[in-house]
């Protein structure tokens, strides 16, 4: 079980007559077990940057990588706020999820080889195979790529399939309020 537990509510206005909040249990598994993810990012001139990219659910927070070059990693200098999106792309099933939060760069050495390890575990090492070093991931070819947490403050799940629903989760911030009161229209 995912160790911070959110505040859950479901949307009634987007969703079917009868549906239900989505449990955040499911949210995870699908976090944790998507492929593919979609990074938005702000660039400094206020356009957005979407880029697809691979992640791992840890320590309740959604794990990504980056060159230190490549655009949203100079996004994310500026302004850590982004948000990320997965699910299916069929209308007829699956639960399509948005977690917005704020990417902080993980530079821990210990932190970083849990992290080596679990993209090890769910990407295998081909052609991913990091080690760590210099406060990031390292490749065999002497690449290096950042690593961001993210942890979300606020979480959308949209539910497909004969019953649809919209769930929001919102988790506390470092100061104990809720996240985001925004809908997720």
């Known amino acids: 079980m995912d160790a911070i537990q959110p505040e859950t509510e479901l949307d009634a206005r987007f969703s079917s007559p009868g549906a239900t909040a ?9 976090l944790a077990n998507a492929e593919i993810y979609w990074l938005s990012t702000v660039r400094p001139d206020g356009r957005p940057h979407v880029t697809p990219l691979i992640a791992v659910w840890s320590e309740s927070a959604l794990c990504v990588t980056t060159g ?9 200098a500026g302004n850590t706020h982004c948000a990320v999106t997965t699910g299916s792309s069929t209308l007829s099933e699956g639960l399509d999820l948005v977690l917005e939060g704020d990417a902080i760069r993980v530079t821990d050495a210990d932190r970083l080889q849990q992290l080596v390890d679990a993209f090890a575990s ?3 090492t081909d052609p991913w195979h990091f080690t760590v070093g210099d406060a990031a991931f390292r490749n065999e070819r002497g690449g290096t ?7 979300p403050r606020t979480v959308f799940g ?3 399939g004969g019953t649809y629903s919209q769930t929001a989760w919102r988790f506390p ?4 309020s809720s996240g985001s009161p925004d809908a997720g229209d």
């Open 22 to 30: 989505t449990e955040w249990s499911l949210a995870v598994d699908a």
């Open 68 to 76: 230190p070059d490549e655009r949203k990693a100079k996004n994310l």
């Open 122 to 124: 769910k990407y295998g």
């Open 145 to 151: 790529a950042l690593v961001f947490e993210i942890m």
């Open 158 to 160: 949209f539910g497909k």
């Open 173 to 176: 911030d470092r100061q104990g």
